[in-house]
């Protein structure tokens, strides 16, 4: 091995792995959605009232089924954040989006949705933000490019 694949006793390499994914009807209701509309939706348990997002068929809190879809966003409120450290850069400073991952409970929302926060240097707790959506989209997650301050 050379200095270009080995440091200090550290192999870097990279792994491509080609995969298919069942979302399922709830998620996949979900990411259509987010794709044709440019809306997020949750679902209702009707046991502890809570809306999940993004939606699910059941509560992973009450094990019950949930069928009530409920809209929600696109503004929400950061409740925890984090720097996004580019791989070309191991020591963070290099983030060539300038985004930091979030978790963010969507107004009308009881869970928070992890995703990105963009156009701000300075994430906080309780930042008010709104969703961003991608020029294209395909029916994933990215489609909401990111969020905002609001």
């Given at each position: ?60 809190r009450c094990f019950v089924d949930t069928t009530e879809w409920i809209e929600v966003g696109p503004t929400g409120t950061v409740s925890a954040f ?22 963010i409970r969507l107004d009308g929302a009881d869970t928070a949705l992890a995703h990105f926060i963009g156009e701000t240097d300075a994430p906080q ?26």
């Open positions: 091995m050379n200095n270009d694949t080995m440091n200090n006793g550290v192999i870097i390499a990279g792994v491509n792995l080609l995969f298919n994914y069942a979302a399922g009807e709830a998620a996949s209701r979900f990411l259509i959605a987010l794709r044709d509309e440019k809306k997020i939706w949750g679902t209702r348990c009707p046991s502890c009232q809570r809306v999940l997002v993004p939606a699910r068929s059941f509560c992973p984090a720097p996004v450290f580019h791989l070309a850069d191991p020591s963070g400073f290099g983030n060539p989006k300038g985004l930091s991952a979030a978790l707790i309780g930042l008010r933000v709104v969703a961003v959506f991608a020029e294209s989209r395909s029916g994933h997650i990215l489609d909401i490019a990111y969020f905002k301050p609001a």
